[in-house]
């Protein structure tokens, strides 16, 4: 059982928006930054938004992240087929001095 | 190009050691924390462990606490793995992974190396 608590899956079909939100505590998303990290099939992890809401550069501005009190979210905007596969939150958290990821959310683009 | 390259994966039986190796090129290894990343088949991602640059400050995350050691060298951009006493439940996709510059996220990854525990 994951720390961060993410939905195991989400959809949506070309064009439209969808958020997939991280639910935490006052030890880690409360008090720390949250990352998100997008795994397409077969490959390993990218870093997709940091600092909650900044994007590296490369990553487009379709995808957006947010954090407010113990949760946040990431939306993706104007989705597309390429966007599909897993999409992973992460954290710090304070009481077990370590990193933190949520279980993950299988993004099907319909 | 920043590159992470692992080796050292394989099979080995429950109760047996392996040593996971990632070679680092493109960046200043020196002055970059590193992390060690799993995923067990089919499963998400769960973190490791963590060196800072000068091996100062190390973590491990409580499910290989006691049983794996997090090690680098700087002189050869190396990061290493030792993991002992394997369990089942140690199977698993292992990445290495820097920290990001001025804060604790991971970018970027290596491929991959799997693990097999098994007998």
């Known amino acids: 059982q994951s720390v961060l608590t993410q939905p195991p899956s989400a959809s949506g079909t070309p064009g439209q928006r969808v958020t997939i939100s991280c639910s935490g505590s006052?030890?880690?998303?409360?008090?720390?930054?949250v990352f998100w990290y997008q795994q397409l099939p077969g490959t390993a992890p990218k870093l997709l938004i940091y600092?909650?809401?900044q994007r590296p550069s490369g990553v487009p501005d379709r995808f957006s992240g947010s954090k407010s009190g113990t949760s946040a979210s990431l939306a993706i905007s104007g989705l597309r087929s390429e966007d599909e596969g897993d999409y992973y939150c992460?954290?710090?958290?304070?009481?077990?001095?370590?990193?933190?990821f949520g279980g993950g959310t299988k993004l099907t683009v319909l | 190009e920043v590159q992470l390259v692992e080796s050292g994966g394989g099979l080995v039986q429950p109760g047996g050691s392996l040593r996971l190796s990632c070679a680092a090129s493109?960046?200043?290894?020196?002055?970059?924390?590193m992390n060690w990343v799993r995923q067990a088949p089919g499963k998400g991602l769960e973190w490791v462990s963590y060196?800072?640059?000068?091996?100062?400050?190390?973590y491990y995350a409580d499910s290989v606490k006691g049983r794996f050691t997090i090690s680098r060298d700087n002189a050869k951009n190396s990061l290493y793995l030792q993991m002992n006493s394997l369990r089942d439940e140690d199977t698993a996709v292992y990445y290495c992974?820097?920290?990001?510059?001025?804060?604790?996220?991971?970018?970027?990854w290596g491929q991959g190396t799997l693990v097999t525990v098994s007998s």
């Open positions: 992460a954290t710090w958290d304070d009481s077990l001095s370590g990193r933190v």
């Open positions: 992974a820097r920290d990001g510059a001025g804060g604790n996220w991971f970018d970027p």
């Open positions: 600092r909650n809401n």
């Open positions: 493109g960046f200043s290894f020196s002055i970059y924390s």
């Open positions: 006052s030890s880690n998303i409360g008090s720390n930054y």
């Open positions: 060196i800072s640059s000068s091996s100062g400050t190390i």
